[in-house]
């Protein structure tokens, strides 16, 4: 049975970053399975799962903090696989005018309905006619099974009267 690595990345932004930390799994027999990567104010960052033979789990490990003498940092971590629990998924789409504090309370919210976060991306983007900063959140929540997603959508619009909230199973 292979074994999963959970990891982050980070690393000043440079052509070349992504083919380094590719290499490095592959030459230890590993499988890319899934990513999530973005440049962030000149910073690469990245979070990704492989899977490796087990054999070759404590050597792919040290490669990757080998990385570090090329200016890469990688947090791992060997995950054993844990039964799935069952919940719903529903897409999340929040927009609003942009304030501090604003992820502070959508993540509130959503924990105090019993969701739990599974993918976020959050941006700034210009409001058409006045270009001033609209918050705006995509992502995937997941609810126990049995849950009410009203109970979600109404935790959200209570934040506040300026968010427009879309939720879709």
Known sequence: ?????????????RPGLVSALSETIA??????????MARLAGQFAGILRV?????????????????EAQGISVQAKREAAAPAEKRETLAL??????RPGIIRSLSAAIAGA?????DLSTSLESAPM???????????VSLA???DPAVLIAAIENL????????ES
């Open 114 to 118: 019993g969701g739990n976060v599974e």
């Open 130 to 140: 006045s270009g001033h900063p609209i918050f705006h959140a995509k992502g995937i």
């Open 27 to 36: 030459a230890r027999g590993g499988s890319w399975q899934e990513s999530r």
């Open 145 to 147: 099974t049995g849950s």
């Open 160 to 167: 506040g009267t300026d968010l427009s909230v879309s939720v």
């Open 1 to 13: 049975m292979p074994a999963s690595i959970v990891m982050t990345v980070l690393a000043a932004d």
């Open 51 to 67: 899977e490796c033979p087990e054999a070759e789990c404590d050597a792919l490990l040290a490669a990757l903090v080998g990385l």
């Open 93 to 98: 789409d929040v927009m609003g005018n942009d």
